[in-house]
């Protein structure tokens, strides 16, 4: 078997070779070229010590000098180069309390998390698959390298790594390690944050986010994400639905591009869901006002697990307002995307269908008919270029001082009038008939 080495990274190996050291592409890229897809990142594994390799390189970075690992820079491009180790005991399930530099390539297979993951490639030596990498690719399965209790209780954060890889692979989980994950998911609660949410948007962004039912199962979700529990256990006993929650939920990212802003929206978007259940007398489960309420829960999870302030704002925008269902005429719309927020309106739509494609059969063509139709009418708006933010008004808050308002409350407000009243009738949004608009306000006062 042979490996199509980029240019780059052939050039970083020869370099340390010629030196007298060995030198590997090593883990996640060489998985990835066995199994035929595109590698995100190089990185080479190096008998070399971080002092030695910098020597050969003239532009390094000291990423993480003290775990062996220095940035080698190419270009414009940049890889990581570490040298071979050993992780010495794990603190707290977290990190290596220190590491030893090792001279021998097997001992830094070792300490890697799963098979498929602890292969190294260059072109003199081929292939060093020590612990049956190529064979767990052919079988499609994850499994830990050495024993799973083991590796699971040095780090945790490798039980979410499984499923996400898993996910990302379409690849089963082997017995035992995943049984080491239901043993020992409670360990999750040691991990960061951060940590939790790169490897969970990685499964959700898959091609198989349906994975979440493996991060349900194994209890995953109940350390870091209890509000998943709770819907997976809410049933929904109403003519529309045929799933749980959360079922319903994970149904709904299968019908949505692998976007983490969408992912999220359609994981969150029925969160609210469990707490605003009611039954009729019919045994009928109604769930009135979960969107708002999912908004609220959703904001509070993603800052629990340290999203980034936009993507909160986008997937709490869309889930607040995944069932708005404004009148189809154009005033009525141009307001829907007023409170939707402009920047995220379109993606609605794809939330839109891909929630009623996770319902059941009940009037479902009627229902994708009118979100096209929904569709139609706001790519007719975008295409007059009317004006459907503060932004696009002809006056602004300093045409107000000039009419004498002073307090900035005060001009937010009258400035929100303003595009109330022109999102309603769109011609008005001239200087002067919007400067009358205030001079008569001001009058009537
Ligand atoms: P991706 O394509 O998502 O980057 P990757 O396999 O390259 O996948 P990285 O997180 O970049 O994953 O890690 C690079 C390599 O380092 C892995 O392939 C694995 O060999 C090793 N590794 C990373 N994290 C761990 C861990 N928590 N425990 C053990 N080995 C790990
Ligand atoms: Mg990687």
């Given at each position: 078997?042979t490996i199509q080495l980029p240019g780059k990274v052939k050039f970083i190996i020869d370099t340390l070779s010629h030196a007298?050291y060995e030198a590997y592409a090593v883990g996640g890229c060489v998985r990835d070229s066995m199994l035929g897809r595109i590698p995100g990142d190089w990185d080479i594994t190096t008998s070399a010590s971080p002092e030695q390799v910098k020597q050969l390189f003239p532009r390094t970075v000291d990423t993480g000098i003290q775990h062996g690992t220095v940035t080698v820079l190419e270009g414009k491009e940049s890889f990581e180069v570490t040298t071979y180790r050993?992780?010495?005991?794990?603190?707290?399930?977290?990190?290596?309390?220190?590491?030893?530099?090792?001279?021998?390539?097997?001992?830094d297979?070792?300490?890697r998390?799963?098979?498929?993951n602890?292969m190294a490639y260059n072109e003199t030596?081929?292939?060093?698959?020590?612990?049956?990498?190529?064979?767990?690719?052919?079988?499609?399965?994850?499994?830990?390298?050495?024993?799973?209790?083991?590796?699971?209780?040095?780090?945790?954060?490798?039980?979410?790594r499984?499923?996400r890889f898993?996910?990302q692979?379409?690849?089963?989980?082997?017995?035992?390690?995943?049984?080491?994950?239901?043993?020992?998911?409670?360990?999750?609660?040691?991990?960061?944050?951060e940590r939790?949410q790169t490897e969970?948007v990685k499964?959700?962004i898959s091609?198989?986010?349906?994975?979440?039912?493996?991060?349900?199962?194994?209890?995953?979700?109940?350390?870091?994400?209890?509000?998943?529990?709770?819907?997976?256990?809410?049933?929904?006993?109403?003519?529309?639905?045929?799933?749980?929650?959360?079922?319903?939920?994970?149904?709904?990212?299968?019908?949505?591009p692998g976007e983490v802003v969408?992912?999220?929206?359609?994981?969150?978007?029925?969160?609210?869901?469990?707490?605003?259940?009611?039954?009729?007398?019919?045994?009928?489960?109604?769930?009135?006002?979960?969107?708002?309420?999912?908004?609220?829960?959703?904001?509070?999870?993603?800052?629990?697990?340290k999203f980034d302030n936009d993507t909160?704002?986008?997937?709490?925008?869309?889930?607040?307002?995944?069932?708005?269902?404004?009148?189809?005429?154009?005033?009525?719309?141009?307001?829907?995307?007023?409170?939707?927020?402009?920047?995220?309106?379109?993606?609605?739509?794809?939330?839109?269908?891909?929630?009623?494609?996770?319902?059941?059969?009940?009037?479902?063509?009627?229902?994708?008919?009118?979100?096209?139709?929904?569709?139609?009418?706001?790519?007719?708006?975008?295409?007059?270029?009317?004006?459907?933010?503060?932004?696009?008004?002809?006056?602004?808050?300093?045409?107000?001082?000039?009419?004498?308002?002073?307090?900035?409350?005060?001009?937010?407000?009258?400035?929100?009038?303003?595009?109330?009243?022109?999102?309603?009738?769109?011609?008005?949004?001239?200087?002067?008939?919007?400067?009358?608009?205030?001079?008569?306000?001001?009058?009537?006062?």
């Amino acid at each position: 078997m042979t490996i199509q080495l980029p240019g780059k990274v052939k050039f970083i190996i020869d370099t340390l070779s010629h030196a007298g050291y060995e030198a590997y592409a090593v883990g996640g890229c060489v998985r990835d070229s066995m199994l035929g897809r595109i590698p995100g990142d190089w990185d080479i594994t190096t008998s070399a010590s971080p002092e030695q390799v910098k020597q050969l390189f003239p532009r390094t970075v000291d990423t993480g000098i003290q775990h062996g690992t220095v940035t080698v820079l190419e270009g414009k491009e940049s890889f990581e180069v570490t040298t071979y180790r050993i992780d010495g005991e794990y603190e707290d399930q977290r990190h290596p309390k220190e590491v030893t530099f090792t001279s021998n390539l097997l001992e830094d297979l070792k300490r890697r998390d799963f098979t498929i993951n602890a292969m190294a490639y260059n072109e003199t030596e081929g292939l060093i698959d020590a612990f049956g990498g190529m064979e767990d690719m052919q079988k499609k399965v994850i499994r830990c390298v050495g024993n799973p209790v083991d590796r699971f209780t040095e780090d945790a954060l490798r039980m979410m790594r499984a499923v996400r890889f898993s996910a990302q692979l379409g690849f089963a989980i082997d017995r035992d390690t995943r049984a080491a994950i239901s043993q020992l998911a409670p360990n999750l609660k040691n991990i960061s944050a951060e940590r939790i949410q790169t490897e969970l948007v990685k499964l959700l962004i898959s091609d198989h986010p349906e994975e979440m039912h493996t991060i349900y199962e194994s209890g995953l979700s109940r350390v870091f994400f209890p509000e998943f529990d709770a819907m997976m256990r809410t049933p929904q006993n109403n003519r529309y639905h045929c799933y749980n929650v959360g079922e319903h939920s994970i149904v709904a990212m299968q019908n949505i591009p692998g976007e983490v802003v969408l992912r999220l929206t359609m994981l969150l978007h029925d969160v609210g869901k469990p707490v605003c259940k009611s039954v009729d007398q019919d045994g009928i489960y109604h769930f009135y006002g979960h969107p708002a309420q999912g908004a609220k829960m959703a904001k509070d999870i993603l800052r629990r697990l340290k999203f980034d302030n936009d993507t909160i704002s986008r997937v709490t925008a869309l889930i607040a307002w995944h069932d708005d269902r404004p009148l189809l005429e154009e005033a009525s719309v141009r307001r829907a995307i007023h409170r939707v927020g402009l920047e995220q309106y379109p993606a609605l739509f794809a939330v839109k269908r891909a929630d009623t494609l996770a319902k059941n059969q009940f009037r479902r063509k009627e229902k994708l008919g009118l979100i096209d139709k929904y569709e139609a009418f706001y790519h007719n708006i975008m295409e007059k270029k009317q004006c459907l933010t503060l932004k696009d008004l002809a006056i602004n808050g300093k045409d107000l001082m000039g009419l004498g308002m002073k307090q900035g409350k005060e001009i937010g407000a009258a400035l929100n009038r303003l595009l109330m009243h022109v999102l309603a009738t769109p011609e008005d949004n001239t200087r002067e008939i919007l400067i009358d608009l205030i001079k008569t306000e001001q009058k009537v006062e």
